[in-house]
Structure formats: structure tokens, C-alpha cells
DNA sequence: TTTCTAAGTTGTAATCATTACAAGTTAATT
DNA sequence: AATTAACTTGTAATGATTACAACTTAGAAA
């Protein structure tokens, strides 16, 4: 299940990180919007309710919330950074035809991995790319 | 196994791709540099070599050689682009203290994954990070 | 509620990686 | 050796991210 605005609001103020107002449109915005937005997409739809949001703002504000635990960055591609606020485990796929990044489950412990013995593994991430099964049947 | 300078230069050639003379020495810099290193590393490395060298040439070679398939793009952090010319399929480790890239071998049959199917994959990343054995041990 | 101030926000400028482009050079075919 | 499309180079343009100083505010304390 998701974590709800207020939950992650909670999180931050536990955390001892001020509840600006900036901050916390932000925290709505990636709690409501699933579709890993740049940071290019978040201010353009948030400048139209807070017309004075500073770009300088999200990018600090995401740097806050990655610490924080709050949000992932999902580097799928080498030419744009995309973020996340779902923060448990899971797989990225990227239809390299309509550029959608779906989300999918993954069990991490089935990994086979070979060579890891006595690596500390605190970050786990994967991507596959492809084509998803809309633009497949558009041909 | 890994493949020589010489298959690699053989690939060259099969798909009408001009051995000229910088592509050859970035292609060799990239099969005897299994380091995954940045396009900055790569120009300083060979400029000693070949002091007119220009940096928009290995950005071009670089991104000849990817849609030969004769190198991968490593996008494990978000500030940086690193190539690799171990172009089979394998995981990369990136160890948060030492920032050393570990390859290791992966079966990608045995990930378990929910909701991928109709779903066209071409290419597989797996990017973990934490601390190698070294780090480690040296605390 | 008012006061206080460390922390946050903003706009602008600086930085850094990557790409565009035009002029000179070369691989490889003839 | 001549030819030419493709390649390389240096410089300039672009675009994303970061630095910074002045202004503003969240939240604690009085
Ligand atoms: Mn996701
Ligand atoms: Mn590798
Ligand atoms: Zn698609
Ligand atoms: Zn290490």
C-alpha cells in the first residue's frame, strides 16, 4: 500500500525537517504523480499554483527528500535524471517507444548472483528496456 | 572469454565502420580498460598518446561503438556516464567509499518479475551499490 | 501573540557535460 | 595517384545542475 501525504508529512516533521510550504508541495506532487517526473516537469505543473516556486527550490528540495528516504532517483537514462517516491524495492522498465517508465515487482532475493561474497549491498536497482505492451500492438 | 583488439577491430570492419586512427585507439584504451571509465578519463589517458586528440571525437567513437554494440553506457549515478566494453550481460557493484565499479555475473533468467508480460525486453541493468570487501575491512 | 533566528527560498551567475557546426583531414575505393 | 564521403578538430552553443548572497519564513521561546 501507499504511503498517503499526510504519512509522508509526518516523516518529514519526525525527521526535524521544516514543513515549508515549497517543501510540501513538492512531497504532494511526488505522492500523487506516480510517473517519475524531471525535475523540468514538477516545476512546470507546480509554478502554476505557486507562481514564485524557484527551480533552485525542487532541485534542493529533492536532495532533501532522497536523504530523508522519501524519494529515489531513477537514472534509467544517461541524458535525464527522474525521481520517485515510491521507495520500496521494485523494477523500471522504459518503453523506449511512448518513453513511459512502468513500474513492476520483482522478488530481489531470487537473484543469482555470482561474485558478491562479503559485498555490502545497500542499493539495489533495475532497469530493463523495451517496448510495452501498447506501442507493441500499434506496431 | 573476453574479446581481443583484434575481434573487436574485425567487428569494425564487418559493419563498414572506418578504422580510423582515433576510433582504433579508443576501441583498445576500452578493451585493456575493463575499469568503466568516463569520457574525461579516456581523453586524458590517450591524449599523452595522441596529442591532438579531441574530446568531441571520443564523445563520437564512443556513441559509434554503443550502436555497434560494441560497448554498454553505465548510468549507475546520476552526475556521470561511464562506458564499458564488456557488452554481455552483467550486473555492476559500485562501491559508495572507494567508487571502484565491480562487475559480477547475474542470471537473468532467475529474476522473478510480476506484471512484465506482453512486455518486449531488449536490454537488462542491474546496478547495486555499498561497500566492497576492501572498504570493509579497512572499516 | 510577538519576537527571534536558524533554516529555507529565490534569482542570478557560474560551472560542467554534452552537442552543433564549419573548416580542414583522411580512409579506402577506383 | 586521384577522388570523395566520412571523420576529426576547435570553438561556440546548449542545457542541466550548483553556488551564492539577499530576502523570507517556520517554528521555538518568551
Ligand atoms: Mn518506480
Ligand atoms: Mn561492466
Ligand atoms: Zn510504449
Ligand atoms: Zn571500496
Chains 1, 2 share one sequence.
Not at 505543473?45 to 516556486?53: N, W, Y
Request: charged residues 30%; neutral net charge; aromatic residues 10%.
Amino acid at each position: 500500500m501507499e504511503k498517503t501525504f499526510e504519512k509522508l508529512k509526518n516523516e518529514l516533521k519526525n525527521k526535524n525537517i521544516r514543513l515549508s510550504h515549497q517543501r510540501l508541495k513538492v512531497l504532494e506532487y511526488m505522492s500523487t504523480h506516480k510517473t517519475h517526473p524531471t525535475v523540468d516537469m514538477i516545476y512546470n505543473d507546480l509554478q502554476k499554483e505557486v507562481p514564485t516556486l524557484s527551480k533552485t527550490t525542487i532541485y534542493n528540495t529533492l536532495d532533501t527528500l532522497k536523504n530523508a528516504g522519501l524519494v529515489k532517483v531513477v537514472t534509467i537514462e544517461d541524458n535525464e535524471v527522474r525521481y520517485d517516491s515510491r521507495t520500496h524495492e521494485h523494477g523500471h522498465f522504459k518503453c523506449v517507444s511512448c518513453e513511459e517508465i512502468f513500474d513492476f515487482d520483482i522478488k530481489f532475493d531470487s537473484f543469482a548472483t555470482k561474485g558478491l561474497d562479503n559485498f555490502k549491498i545497500n542499493n539495489k536497482d533495475v532497469y530493463f528496456k523495451g517496448i510495452c505492451p501498447d506501442c507493441s500492438t500499434k506496431q
